[in-house]
């Protein structure tokens, strides 16, 4: 019996292989269409003088139905309209019916001159190897929804139109490899691939003094052209001599690993988080297997210097006061490091104190030349003790385990609140009172959003009466998700932003030197128009947004932020302070609350040296003055708790969170808030009173004086 099963199992084993090769083929998209037919275009065509990099268009009879290749999650589901093979505009209309849908995008103001049958549907799933398959040129016949599963032969569309250059009706077919490298679309379908991976431009490791001077200016004149509020933080006059002091640097030639450092001093000056570097240095030399390394670390918590970790055999000297590092003072030494930090957003201050907390010791070492290359470093404590700290030999390969151990770590506060891809929002209920939403990102589906929204309306329906909504370490994401979200809680209509700017409403000269747009002569913001006596373009939002009718919590929110809650979660919080919709408690978030440069980036790469830059291209006003939080800050919370060891190192868990919850346990609110505010200003008509008594006694006094010195 058991050498059947073997015989049979041999027999049965190539079969088996080839069902599993034939499942792993994909569908034809065309229904009822054999494999390969109708092939317009391959990779590596032209169409007409444009190079077809990685499109497979494939033909067929207008409204013939598509179906889907394969299985996959939904990551997009969006009008689309290609300018080019390589760039194309995105519609925020849901695709549903497209005769109907079209005539609103008319109405919104479609230009007449352009076909909008061009206009398609494009649907973006995400397999489960991590790879993502774009269907483009789509009528939409069903709604998606981003999050929801699709299965292999689901109907997902009838046949449209592309491309303005392809007359025929035609869908598109791009792969998508992890990290969003272009793919093969052929042989997935198992045809003979035509598809030629690009080919990796060889990065120079030095730049001649021209070179780097090139892309320098390339840089300087692309933020003059596209980034809108270039002067918002820094002066004309400041950043055209820090300009010029990198034109100087670079005169004898420069390595592009240190010119990714004098990039980064541009950036910096200008104080914009979303103006940012995006590609690696190029490293002048072989990485090395290991290094020197400090044996004690630093940093600054309530404004005072003091030891923040240590080998265990020294823990004598944590939480100990620092005066001087190597002889230098520690006020001086805070300067320094300040003006190498990145990411600092107008004049945000708790970022700084987060990188001066938990980073000072790095950042001197890095940038430091008088720095010992052993990792050794000497401090002076507040007794005027001074101790040698002597440096340890570490391994820098991933395999070998050797390091310098330091305690406390800071492990869990640094992923407190970050979750995985499969999971970036966390709903709990802490009782039957106190409930809890957790959100790493705004980037999320409309699934995970609808479980918001019943989550939400569960809350409403059993009374609770406090919602915790934790955005900590949230780096933003969608705008409109977050509208939504904020709908969920809002109690009266409100308008996420006022207004924006851009430069211009076209026709960037930088965008020769883009990876993202495909031409200089292009029209992106057509709803901006110019104002007299003021520069640049503005478009003001007229759409209110309502209260969600069927998901709305009207208990008492509380909104968690520290220094990593940027984007689109600063504007969460901001409207939570703006109509008073709850209590922010935490620390002040690392974007500002008056305005950001969002919503439209442009990739910019410098020739030479091939460094991706992200470049905003418009400005975003929020809300243009307020008494409790100062111009270009970010949002303060309501219920500050400062950056401690403590919290640093989970001492006793979460110290905000904690927090949090002691604060309702003592249900202090908005209440307390505006009783303390009130209070302040009643103190203040106090001393007001004071003063003028005390003036009009002291006026009395002097007048008696006179008229005796009279008699």
Same mark, same amino acid.
């Given at each position: 019996?058991?050498?059947?099963?073997?015989?049979?199992?041999?027999?049965?084993? %190539?079969?088996?292989?080839?069902?599993?090769?034939?499942?792993?083929?994909?569908?034809?998209?065309?229904?009822?269409?054999?494999?390969?037919?109708?092939?317009?275009?391959?990779?590596?065509?032209?169409?007409?003088?444009?190079?077809? @990099?990685?499109?497979?268009?494939?033909?067929?009879?207008?409204?013939?139905?598509?179906?889907?290749?394969?299985?996959?999650? /939904?990551?997009?589901?969006?009008?689309?309209?290609?300018?080019?093979?390589?760039?194309?505009?995105?519609?925020?209309?849901?695709?549903?019916?497209?005769?109907?849908?079209?005539?609103?995008?008319?109405?919104?103001?479609?230009?007449?001159? &352009?076909?909008?049958?061009?206009?398609?549907?494009?649907?973006?799933?995400?397999?489960?190897?991590?790879?993502?398959?774009?269907?483009?040129?789509?009528?939409?016949?069903?709604?998606?929804?981003?999050?929801?599963?699709?299965?292999?032969?689901?109907?997902?569309?009838?046949?449209?139109?592309?491309?303005?250059?392809?007359?025929?009706?035609?869908?598109?077919?791009?792969?998508?490899?992890?990290?969003?490298?272009?793919?093969?679309?052929?042989?997935?379908?198992?045809?003979?691939?035509?598809?030629?991976?690009?080919?990796?431009?060889?990065?120079?490791?030095?730049?001649?003094?021209? &070179?780097?001077?090139?892309?320098?200016?390339?840089?300087?004149?692309?933020?003059?052209?596209?980034?809108?509020?270039?002067?918002?933080?820094?002066?004309?006059?400041?950043?055209?001599?820090?300009?010029?002091?990198?034109?100087?640097?670079?005169?004898?030639?420069?390595?592009?690993?240190?010119?990714?450092?004098?990039?980064?001093?541009?950036?910096?000056?200008?104080?914009?988080?979303?103006?940012?570097?995006?590609?690696?240095?190029?490293?002048?030399?072989?990485?090395?297997?290991?290094?020197?390394?400090?044996? /004690?670390?630093?940093?600054?918590?309530?404004?005072?210097?003091?030891?923040?970790?240590?080998?265990?055999?020294?823990? &004598?000297?944590?939480?100990?006061?620092?005066?001087?590092?190597?002889?230098?003072?520690?006020?001086?030494?805070?300067?320094?490091?300040?003006?190498?930090?990145?990411?600092?957003?107008?004049?945000?201050?708790?970022?700084?104190?987060?990188?001066?907390?938990?980073?000072?010791?790095?950042?001197?070492?890095?940038?430091?030349?008088?720095?010992?290359?052993?990792?050794?470093?000497?401090?002076?404590?507040?007794?005027?003790?001074?101790?040698?700290?002597?440096?340890?030999?570490?391994?820098?390969?991933?395999?070998?385990?050797?390091?310098?151990?330091?305690?406390?770590?800071?492990?869990?506060?640094?992923?407190?609140?970050?979750?995985?891809?499969?999971?970036?929002?966390?709903?709990?209920?802490?009782?039957?009172?106190?409930?809890?939403?957790?959100?790493?990102?705004?980037?999320?589906?409309?699934?995970?959003?609808?479980?918001?929204?019943?989550?939400?309306?569960?809350?409403?329906?059993?009374?609770?009466?406090?919602?915790?909504?934790?955005?900590?370490?949230?780096?933003?994401?969608?705008?409109?998700?977050?509208?939504?979200?904020?709908?969920?809680?809002?109690?009266?209509?409100?308008?996420?932003?006022?207004?924006?700017?851009?430069?211009?409403?076209?026709?960037?000269?930088?965008?020769?030197?883009?990876?993202?747009?495909?031409?200089?002569?292009?029209?992106?913001? %057509?709803?901006?128009?110019?104002?007299?006596?003021?520069?640049?373009?503005?478009?003001?939002?007229?759409?209110?947004?309502?209260?969600?009718?069927?998901?709305?919590?009207?208990?008492?929110?509380?909104?968690?932020?520290?220094?990593?809650?940027?984007?689109?979660?600063?504007?969460?919080?901001?409207?939570v302070h703006k109509y008073r919709r709850g209590v922010v408690v935490g620390r002040e978030t690392g974007?500002?609350?008056?305005?950001?440069?969002?919503?439209?980036?442009?990739?910019?790469?410098?020739?030479?040296?091939?460094?991706?830059?992200?470049?905003?291209?418009?400005?975003?006003?929020?809300?243009?003055?307020?008494?409790?939080? %100062?111009?270009?800050?970010?949002?303060?919370?309501?219920?500050?708790?400062?950056?401690?060891?403590?919290?640093?190192?989970?001492?006793?868990?979460?110290?905000?969170?904690?927090?949090?919850?002691?604060?309702?346990?003592?249900?202090?609110? @908005?209440?307390?808030?505006?009783?303390? &505010?009130?209070?302040?200003?009643?103190?203040?008509?106090?001393?007001?009173?004071?003063?003028?008594?005390?003036?009009?006694? /002291?006026? @009395?006094?002097?007048?008696?004086?006179?008229?005796?010195?009279?008699?």
């Amino acid at each position: 019996m058991r050498l059947t099963k073997k015989i049979i199992s041999i027999i049965l084993f %190539p079969l088996s292989l080839t069902c599993v090769a034939q499942a792993d083929v994909f569908l034809w998209p065309i229904k009822d269409a054999k494999t390969g037919e109708n092939i317009l275009y391959k990779p590596q065509d032209y169409i007409r003088n444009e190079f077809n @990099l990685g499109n497979l268009i494939i033909h067929a009879p207008k409204g013939s139905l598509v179906q889907a290749p394969t299985s996959g999650e /939904v990551i997009s589901f969006q009008y689309v309209y290609h300018n080019s093979l390589a760039y194309l505009n995105m519609f925020r209309i849901p695709p549903t019916n497209f005769d109907k849908d079209s005539k609103i995008l008319i109405q919104q103001g479609w230009n007449d001159s &352009e076909d909008i049958n061009f206009v398609s549907a494009s649907l973006g799933l995400k397999l489960q190897d991590g790879r993502t398959i774009y269907i483009s040129g789509l009528r939409p016949i069903k709604p998606f929804k981003t999050g929801e599963k699709i299965k292999r032969g689901d109907e997902i569309g009838t046949i449209g139109y592309f491309y303005k250059t392809i007359r025929q009706p035609a869908i598109s077919i791009r792969m998508s490899e992890r990290g969003g490298i272009v793919g093969d679309p052929m042989s997935p379908f198992g045809l003979k691939s035509t598809f030629r991976k690009p080919e990796m431009v060889k990065n120079k490791t030095f730049l001649t003094a021209e &070179e780097a001077k090139y892309d320098l200016m390339v840089l300087v004149d692309a933020l003059k052209d596209g980034f809108t509020g270039l002067y918002d933080y820094v002066s004309e006059k400041d950043f055209e001599a820090h300009v010029s002091q990198a034109l100087t640097s670079v005169q004898n030639g420069i390595t592009n690993a240190d010119f990714h450092t004098t990039v980064a001093g541009i950036i910096r000056i200008v104080h914009d988080n979303h103006l940012a570097i995006l590609s690696r240095p190029i490293p002048s030399s072989p990485p090395a297997t290991s290094a020197d390394m400090p044996t /004690v670390s630093f940093g600054w918590l309530k404004d005072s210097l003091v030891v923040t970790q240590t080998r265990m055999n020294q823990s &004598e000297y944590l939480k100990r006061r620092i005066t001087e590092v190597d002889g230098i003072p520690a006020d001086v030494l805070r300067e320094q490091l300040i003006s190498y930090i990145d990411g600092i957003e107008g004049t945000v201050e708790s970022h700084r104190d987060f990188v001066l907390a938990t980073t000072a010791m790095l950042r001197y070492f890095q940038n430091n030349p008088e720095a010992s290359p052993k990792g050794d470093v000497s401090l002076t404590f507040d007794d005027g003790e001074t101790i040698l700290f002597e440096g340890a030999r570490r391994s820098l390969s991933a395999s070998s385990g050797v390091c310098v151990p330091m305690a406390p770590t800071f492990t869990d506060f640094y992923f407190a609140n970050l979750v995985d891809d499969s999971q970036e929002l966390s709903l709990e209920k802490f009782s039957d009172q106190t409930a809890y939403l957790k959100l790493s990102t705004f980037d999320i589906t409309e699934v995970q959003q609808d479980q918001i929204a019943e989550f939400i309306a569960s809350l409403a329906d059993s009374n609770y009466q406090n919602l915790i909504i934790d955005l900590r370490n949230n780096r933003g994401g969608s705008d409109e998700t977050m509208a939504r979200l904020f709908s969920y809680i809002a109690q009266q209509p409100f308008y996420d932003w006022m207004y924006s700017k851009v430069n211009k409403k076209g026709n960037f000269d930088f965008f020769e030197h883009t990876t993202n747009y495909g031409g200089v002569d292009m029209v992106l913001f %057509p709803e901006h128009f110019s104002e007299k006596g003021r520069d640049g373009y503005f478009s003001y939002n007229t759409k209110t947004i309502l209260p969600n009718e069927n998901a709305n919590f009207k208990g008492n929110v509380y909104v968690l932020t520290n220094e990593r809650s940027l984007s689109a979660s600063a504007v969460f919080a901001g409207l939570v302070h703006k109509y008073r919709r709850g209590v922010v408690v935490g620390r002040e978030t690392g974007s500002a609350y008056h305005q950001m440069k969002a919503l439209k980036f442009a990739t910019l790469r410098l020739p030479n040296s091939q460094i991706d830059i992200n470049v905003p291209l418009v400005k975003i006003v929020f809300d243009t003055c307020t008494s409790a939080i %100062p111009h270009w800050r970010g949002v303060l919370p309501d219920y500050e708790l400062p950056l401690s060891l403590e919290e640093l190192s989970f001492e006793d868990g979460d110290a905000i969170l904690n927090y949090v919850k002691e604060l309702i346990e003592k249900g202090y609110y @908005l209440k307390e808030i505006e009783n303390s &505010e009130t209070q302040k200003k009643q103190n203040w008509y106090v001393r007001l009173i004071s003063i003028v008594c005390c003036s009009i006694v /002291v006026y @009395l006094i002097i007048r008696v004086v006179n008229k005796r010195k009279l008699r």
